[in-house]
């Protein structure tokens, strides 16, 4: 499925040639073989073969929130649950991860490291890049920094409006940093960046990911943007994924997250927005001037109530589009045909205006265009001559049983009724990953053991935590908020 081969990119009974890491050439079945006659043959007439699958957006979790104890609710007051959560040893549980993403055809995916505190920092970052190097799944693994509002979003005057005595259980909790400071934070990103470029690695590049305009501090963001230039890093950040962040940028500064961020001048190619789910109509204008992408994730917005992205405004202002799972899918999985479909599905509102985002658009999100904004689509992305091998062969029995009318479009095929299960081949750089739905790399039966011999069963929360009795309070600041004047994109129903 490449542009450049074929009517809308499709090539019918067609074939790729692979050799080394690379492609060679692209083209019919039966003229690459009569070419390539000693060429071993992977797959048949029955597999479709796309792009790999790019999961543009997550932080690396095999185990998700929900598995380990935790519950969907307002992104804000989620991290409050009043019941405590399992914790799983990083190495395995990313390990895991990446297994998982294989099985969905995923190659290319971006960490967007969560971090656990700052003397684990390093050894987690370490052990994580480990498990990708091991699963062969290619990364830009993104290094996580905060240095604000670790609690809400305005700390100081918040903390001054509780009372004696959980202000001080709170200060004593939540005023510091889970992440490196920047006087620890910029050495280390000098010190992996220098390791991976001196080890020639060519599956594992590095990305700084600060938290969030909410999160961080004007000086760190220059400093960030610095960085960035001098070694020329990608960097992804979350930017107005909640109307509480919405909120905050309106109340602290009278202006949006995206026009700060580009009052910093921090905006430019190299930046891709992650959820952007309230940027309004001029943020839009200002995000595709300055080049920067944003990656779309639909399920995590619906789980963390976080709102309904407006894809076909985005797709309108001509920014640079990619999809994420963001490790909080619908099925609490990595099926990332499930992912594109909800995208397509969700852009839908009432009526029959057009306007819609292309569904072969949809699809180039989930595979070159994530490619693009993670920075690897010199190298890999497509199917064509030069790139290295990055792909995924889907039994077409899976979608095409009993029956597929002839005139159907293979990719609004896949759109409408592709699912993870029909992945049955996964490739990157030229390697054979998973073929008959078995891994040829990493044993998963022993992955799976390790895994749940790393986890570690939650504690009883200590009766001087204060999350119980500081939870009223965070509700009610948001609760207050709510207030605000907002202007939806999507119109579902009338009750009037």
């Known amino acids: 499925m490449n542009d450049r081969q074929g009517v809308g990119g499709i090539v019918e009974d067609g074939a790729v040639y692979i050799s080394g890491k690379n492609i060679v050439e692209v083209g019919p079945y039966r003229d690459l073989k009569s070419v390539y006659p000693t060429a071993t043959v992977v797959g048949s007439s029955r597999f479709w073969v796309a792009p790999g699958f790019v999961n543009a957006h997550q932080h690396g979790k095999g185990l998700t929130t929900f598995q380990l104890g935790g519950v969907d609710d307002c992104f804000e007051i989620s991290r409050f649950s009043p019941e405590p959560q399992a914790s799983v040893e990083p190495y395995m549980d990313t390990l895991y991860g990446c297994m998982r993403m294989i099985e969905a055809g995923i190659t290319t995916c971006i960490h967007y490291n969560s971090s656990r505190g700052p ?102 963001l220059r400093a960030i943007r610095h960085e960035s230039i001098e070694r020329d890093l990608g960097i992804q950040i979350h930017v107005s994924e909640t109307k509480y962040q919405r909120s905050f940028f309106s109340r602290a500064y009278q202006k949006t997250a995206v026009q700060w961020l580009n009052d910093l001048d921090f905006l430019s190619p190299r930046v891709s927005i992650a959820h952007g789910v309230w940027l309004n109509q001029n943020d839009l204008q200002v995000v595709a001037a300055k080049g920067c992408g944003i990656v779309h994730n639909p399920s995590s917005n619906l789980r963390l109530r976080s709102g309904i992205a407006p894809l076909p405004l985005f797709y309108r202002a001509g920014i640079a589009l990619a999809m994420g799972l963001d490790s909080s899918t619908l099925n609490d999985d990595s099926d990332m045909l499930q992912e594109i479909r909800l995208a397509a599905n969700l852009q839908r509102v009432p009526g029959s205006s057009t306007g819609l985002v292309p ?99 939650p504690s009883p929360k200590k009766a001087e935590d204060p999350d119980a009795e500081l939870l009223p309070h965070v509700q009610a600041l948001f609760d207050s908020w709510d207030r605000d004047k907002t202007a939806p994109f999507h119109k579902f129903n009338s009750v009037e």
């Open 119 to 220: 003397s684990f920092y390093e050894t987690d970052v370490l052990n994580r890049i480990r498990a990708y190097q091991d699963a062969g799944v290619r990364v830009s693994f993104g290094l996580d920094i905060r240095d604000r509002n670790h609690l809400v979003y305005g700390d100081e005057e918040f903390i001054r409006s509780l009372a004696s005595p959980l202000k001080e259980k709170v200060i004593e909790k939540y005023t510091r940093s889970r992440t490196l400071a920047a006087d620890a934070y910029f050495p280390l990103v000098k010190k992996l960046a220098d390791s991976l470029a001196a080890t020639g690695e060519d599956r594992c590049k590095l990305f700084l990911t600060p938290a969030g305009p909410q999160w961080c501090t004007e000086d760190l």
């Open 359 to 457: 569904l072969k658009e949809i699809f180039k999100m989930a595979t070159v265009n994530g490619m693009n904004l993670l920075r690897w689509s010199s190298i890999a992305g497509t199917l064509e001559p030069g790139k290295q091998a990055d792909l995924v062969l889907l039994d077409s029995r899976d979608f095409a049983r009993p029956y597929l009318a002839p005139q159907q479009n293979p990719i609004d095929t896949l759109v409408y009724r592709g699912k993870s299960t029909a992945v049955d081949t996964v490739m990157v750089g030229g390697e054979i990953l998973y073929q008959g739905r078995k891994h040829k790399r990493i044993d998963s039966k022993t992955i799976h053991k390790k895994l749940k011999q790393s986890i570690v069963p």
